[in-house]
């Protein structure tokens, strides 16, 4: 009798241990699916905030400026050697007939005479001009700009300077082409250095732009 009373125990708690690890598997799996919803929640709301904290970022944000020379001016002009003053018809001149002297290329912190200055213009420089009174930190900036593009040049083949009466803040020229800009920041002033400068319009590319007159800055 007592053999079977402790059989029917034995079973009895097996089944109770058995409950008891299932319970405790169920409770393990609930934990699971919570801690998984859970999870997937939070990632979606991080990313939906990621995402609306990006568009209300860019809502307002202006495109980005692509650099264009499609506001470039195109002239036709005279070419020859006069001495004296010269009237031209742009401010600054783009072109045109001018001194037998060309001016030396590089920074100047005062006026050039037109008439070197356009004699550059005619070996392939691209003169830079700002208006006077721009702010010191745009000057610098146009500066630093002309100093890097002369680097170790020793004949370099731009031209810096500022320029009364300017009709834009800064105004690139070069033989025949001209481009009024915003500022020092504007992002046509290189793309058109570096399609003009020598460019194809030159009627002497590559000709001197050192060994004439004026005593640059830089």
């Known amino acids: 009798m007592t053999n079977v009373t402790n059989a029917r125990t034995s079973r009895q708690t097996a089944r109770e241990k058995a409950a008891a690890m299932r319970q405790q598997q169920a409770a393990r799996a609930r934990r699971r699916r919570i801690m998984i919803i859970t999870s997937t929640v939070l990632v979606v709301v991080l990313v939906a905030g ?67 200055a356009v004699h550059d213009l005619e070996h392939g420089a691209v003169w830079i001009t ?50 009024r800009l915003t500022g020092a920041s504007d992002p046509r002033l290189d793309l058109f250095v570096k399609t003009y400068m020598n460019g194809p319009q030159t009627p002497e590319p590559g000709a001197k732009c050192s060994g004439g007159t004026g005593t640059p800055q830089g």
């Open 50 to 116: 990621g995402v609306t904290a990006f568009l209300l970022a860019n809502r307002n944000s202006k495109p980005t400026q692509t650099a264009s020379l499609a506001a470039v001016q195109t002239f036709t002009e005279d070419r020859n050697h006069v001495n004296g003053k010269v009237t031209y018809p742009q401010t600054p001149p783009a072109g045109g007939n001018h001194n037998p002297v060309w001016l030396n290329c590089g920074i100047y912190t005062s006026p050039v005479p037109n008439e070197n």
């Open 130 to 179: 700002y208006q006077p009174n721009l702010a010191s930190s745009q000057v610098s900036k146009l500066a630093s700009y002309v100093k890097a593009k002369i680097g170790s040049n020793l004949d370099p083949h731009i031209l810096l300077s500022p320029y009364p009466g300017l009709p834009a803040p800064v105004v690139a020229s070069a033989w025949g082409k001209q481009l």
